[in-house]
């Protein structure tokens, strides 16, 4: 089981936006940045949003980041085929680094 | 061009040992923050262990006691030597650069190395 809480799934149609929450307690994500990975099948995870809200070069800005006390959100919109893939969340709980179970977005 | 390759994996008997390898470019590993996330088949991201620049290493409880990570500055490599394996490890591998001081995201990832531990 995850120390952060993720949705299993999550879907919607191309062009739609959709939404993935992040939960986790005061140990973790209430004092620390949040990150975001995207995995396409078959590939290796890949940074998709760093402290809490920012997008590293070569992201679009259809992704978003948001942290609110204990919790995060990842926001896409714009949704596209391509976009259908795992979506993990990560912080960091003392020194030790801890991910949520992962959501697989579907682009219906 | 910042490109990190894993090596190292392979099928091994419960209890075995194994020692993966991630060669660095493009970065000095001994100056960065370094970690260890593996996936097992199916399954999510499960973070393993992590070395600061300045040596301190930090390991997941699953794996302390069995695992232990470290680097060669000369090889810029990354190393996990694996031993007393269990089924419950087989996983994809993957070495990640920790961007800067933890607490830090990881910027780059390596392609992974599979492990099996099967008899």
């Known amino acids: 089981q995850s120390v952060l809480t993720q949705p299993p799934s999550v879907s919607a149609a191309p062009g739609q936006k959709v939404t993935i929450s992040c939960s986790g307690s005061?140990?973790?994500?209430?004092?620390?940045?949040v990150s975001w990975y995207q995995q396409l099948p078959g590939t290796a995870p890949k940074l998709l949003i760093y402290?809490?809200?920012k997008r590293p070069s070569g992201i679009p800005d259809r992704f978003s980041g948001s942290k609110s006390g204990t919790s995060a959100t990842l926001g896409i919109t714009g949704l596209q085929t391509g976009d259908e893939a795992d979506y993990y969340c990560g912080t960091w709980d003392s020194s030790d680094v801890v991910f949520g179970g992962g959501t697989k977005l579907t682009v219906l | 061009e910042v490109q990190l390759v894993e090596s190292g994996g392979g099928l091994v008997q419960p209890g075995g040992s194994l020692r993966l390898s991630c060669a660095a470019s493009g970065f000095t590993v001994s100056s960065n923050y370094m970690s260890w996330v593996r996936q097992a088949p199916g399954k999510g991201l499960e973070w393993v262990s992590v070395i600061y620049s300045g040596g301190s290493t930090y390991y997941a409880d699953s794996v302390k006691g069995r695992f232990t990570i470290s680097r060669h500055n000369s090889k810029n490599t990354l190393y996990l030597q694996m031993n007393s394996l269990r089924a419950e490890d087989t996983a994809v591998y993957y070495c990640a650069r920790v961007a800067a001081a933890p607490p830090s995201y990881f910027d780059y990832w390596g392609q992974g190395t599979l492990v099996t531990v099967s008899s």
């Open positions: 005061s140990s973790n994500i209430g004092n620390n940045y």
């Open positions: 402290d809490n809200n």
